[in-house]
């Protein structure tokens, strides 16, 4: 292959190697929900969020933690093959509630364990002035799978049938493990390891060894409110980690209200509503193209919260039109402002030599935290039928100390040195 072709394919190969397993893993989730929902009702999906949520939120940070980062890649393969098999046994068991309930509670907790795993394979295999672009990618991947996951999996269920549609599941994770094979280049995160190390001799904190206690990665409010290496620093007094967290409180929010809402407030059809997600996965794959040919982004993340937050408020308030086009915008400024966040974590743990896996495992803790807080607490509002003014200025709100958080954490990466390159 020319050096040109190289130049020109190394984008999209980059965003493939990082994107695969948000997108398999939105097919299995919403596949599962889609026909739970179908064949045993409202109630039994309640249970089937809190099945899948509660075991991972409780145990996967306590397992990923103690997963020496050299094995990384290994652990990560060998979890999609198991995730494999496990989806091909619930194609055929799945017409027992139990086998689904079981499925769900040991592959969410699986997802939860590899999670930090695939965040951290990220560090170890793209160059730091590559990373920002890619973490971009995964953010804009995520978007569009919301998107086309529901799309596919109602096509297949509605055609072929849940049993078909497990099995299509359980042969992309199967593929996505043989791309990881294949894909030699990407390692486990020895290199940032090593640049950790040596951050220690420069005088900068290392996190310590994971705990042996099985408890101590529990989520109680200590690990939860003060994340690794912040030194015992409350979470929302970091620009960094409160960004973090105000993310995921905005996308809980939104993911919890915009079918109740769509639905109930809107008025809109079924159809309307899966074209208007469409223009929030459109706007997602917009950014993960322009983030695949330039590695520095092309809006600032201040601008990319006033997209977020103006496009929900003209979904909210503009009518049939405003709903298209503020989830097209809406889609565009939550890529960017995610993939922005997750590059700031990335520094972040790199400059304190906290362990990758160490910090995506607080990450991805603290966002099942957040997710079964706010989807009860938005069930809850529901049934007291608040007006749309209410809901859409609770949301909005939400965006000032959001903004607040992403503009200090600007002055703070600004006046910050960037960490140590490894050698």
């Not at 190289?6 to 990082?18: I, K, N």
């Not at 593929?175 to 420069?202: F, H, K, N, T």
């Not at 743990?349 to 935290?369: I, K």
Request: proline residues 7%; charged residues 10%.
């Amino acid at each position: 292959m020319t050096s040109l072709a190289r130049m020109m394919l190394a984008p999209l190969e980059r965003w493939a190697r990082c994107s695969t397993a948000p997108l398999v893993a939105w097919l299995s989730f919403l596949a599962i929900i889609m026909y739970v929902q179908q064949a045993y009702g409202s109630a039994a999906s309640a249970v089937v969020f809190l099945v899948q949520t509660v075991p991972a939120l409780l145990a996967a940070r306590s397992v990923s933690d103690r997963i020496p980062s050299r094995a990384a890649r290994k652990y990560w393969v060998w979890g999609h093959l198991v995730l494999s098999a496990m989806t091909a046994a619930l194609a055929l068991t799945h017409t027992l509630f139990a086998s689904v309930l079981a499925y769900v509670a040991l592959s969410m907790l699986l997802k939860a364990i590899l999670s930090p795993l695939y965040m951290s394979l990220i560090a170890g295999s793209v160059p730091q002035e590559q990373r920002r672009s890619t973490m971009t990618g995964v953010g804009a991947a995520g978007s569009i799978a919301i998107v086309i996951a529901p799309a596919l999996g109602g096509l297949l269920l509605s055609t072929v049938g849940p049993g078909w549609l497990f099995a299509v599941n359980a042969a992309t994770y199967a593929l996505v493990a043989v791309i990881m094979l294949a894909r030699q280049q990407i390692r486990s995160p020895e290199a940032a390891q090593a640049g950790a190390d040596q951050g220690s001799q420069a005088g900068q904190p290392v996190e310590p060894p994971a705990p042996r206690s099985p408890w101590s990665s529990l989520p109680s409010p200590r690990s939860l409110l003060f994340g690794p290496g912040s030194g015992g620093r409350f979470v929302l007094k970091d620009p960094v980690l409160a960004t973090w967290v105000l993310l995921l409180l905005v996308g809980a929010l939104l993911n919890g209200m915009e079918t109740p809402f769509s639905f109930d407030v809107l008025g809109v059809t079924q159809a309307e509503f899966g074209w208007i997600l469409s223009c929030f996965g459109l706007g997602g794959l917009l950014v993960l193209i322009l983030s695949s040919v330039r590695d520095e982004p092309f809006i600032g993340p201040r601008w990319a919260v006033v997209m977020y937050a103006g496009g929900l408020a003209a979904w909210m308030v503009a009518g049939p039109v405003g709903a298209y086009l503020g989830f097209f915008v809406a889609g565009m400024g939550g890529a960017l402002i995610s993939g922005w966040t997750r590059a700031q974590l990335d520094l972040w743990s790199e400059s304190r030599g906290v362990r990758a896996q160490l910090m995506w495992g607080w990450a991805n803790q603290t966002m099942l935290f957040v997710n079964l807080l706010t989807y009860t607490a938005v069930s809850v509002a529901f049934s007291f039928h608040p007006s749309s003014t209410v809901l859409a200025g609770a949301i909005l709100l939400l965006f000032i100390p959001f903004f607040v958080c992403v503009a200090a954490n600007l002055r703070q990466s600004q006046s910050t040195p960037p960490p140590p390159a490894a050698h």
